[in-house]
């Protein structure tokens, strides 16, 4: 008989990683996760905004702790998973959230610099956390693991090519993944945010000079998403009530791809 695992939202004990925990979406993760009974690792290359939130969850009567990390930087990650296993014994979970806005120049003035960047944190960074959180939920046997994509890895957007490619990047990776460490009882998503409130996408529509949501072409709803409605999909892709869902892709987009 096949054992379907408890579906309790409270998961006491939980060991989680965030990184770009420090702000946005991040920081609204690691919130909900401490929230919900799981000690956090806020990773973030920006000290202050990170131990901010560590502060936060602590005042609050949660378990978290801060970490500086270049997810672009293969010892910076091999660090960060050690330090969350060395506080707390283990690795439950990880969101893989960290990444840059989009670039904003069409293909032909593409500034290689911008490009490599951006790759190298949007997507080379995915892969190196991959690396090193599936290292050690193989050895436990357990696991899940969110990463951060986008509507633009599924739907491109001109002068974007770099975020675009990056993302559609993540998604490819969360599959590899999944399909890699399913015998291992190890699950891999990604959620792909569409058009959410974070300072973020407050500077790339400013920079565009187009303020209302509708207007910026993200949103059935008429309102951009909070960061806390993309941090409770990554909550339930984390825990056992998603038990059965793995190299998923969910949206959290008011209905932006459904164009």
């Known amino acids: 008989m096949t054992t379907i695992p408890n579906s ?3 998961v006491p ?23 919900n009974g799981a000690r956090v690792l806020v990773a973030d290359l920006n000290a202050e905004q990170g131990s901010a939130v560590v502060d936060e969850i602590v005042a609050d009567g949660g378990q978290a702790a801060f970490t500086r990390v270049d997810v672009s930087n293969e010892d910076d990650v091999a660090g960060m998973v050690a330090t969350a296993v060395e506080k707390w014994g283990r690795l439950d979970w990880a969101v893989n959230n960290a990444a840059l806005p989009p670039d904003s120049a069409p293909i032909v003035d593409l500034d290689i610099a911008t490009f490599d960047r951006i790759v190298a944190v949007n997507l080379r960074a995915v892969a190196l956390c991959l690396k090193h959180e599936l290292r050690q939920m193989v050895t436990q046997r357990s696991g899940s693991i969110v990463n951060l994509g986008s509507v633009s890895s599924v739907k491109a957007r001109a002068h974007n090519s770099a975020y675009v490619a990056t993302k559609h990047g993540v998604v490819g990776l969360t599959k590899t993944a999944a399909l890699e460490h399913g015998r291992d009882q190890i699950r891999v998503n990604a959620v792909l ?13 400013e920079a ?46 008011a209905g932006f791809l459904a164009r």
Not at 13 to 35: E, F, H, Q, Y
Not at 193 to 205: E, K, N, S
Not at 234 to 241: A, E, K, P, S, V
């Open 193 to 205: 945010p569409g058009g959410i409130d974070t300072p973020m996408i407050r500077a790339v529509r």
């Open 208 to 253: 565009s000079g187009v303020t209302p949501p509708d207007e910026f072409g993200l949103s059935l709803f008429g309102r951009l998403g909070t960061p806390e409605e993309v941090a409770e999909a990554c909550l339930w892709l984390c825990t056992d009530r998603s038990s059965y869902v793995t190299g998923h892709s969910l949206a959290v987009d």
């Open 8 to 10: 309790d939202a409270q």
């Open 13 to 35: 004990d939980r060991v989680a990683i965030v990184t770009g925990g420090g702000s946005g979406m991040g920081a609204a993760t690691s919130r909900l996760l401490a929230r």
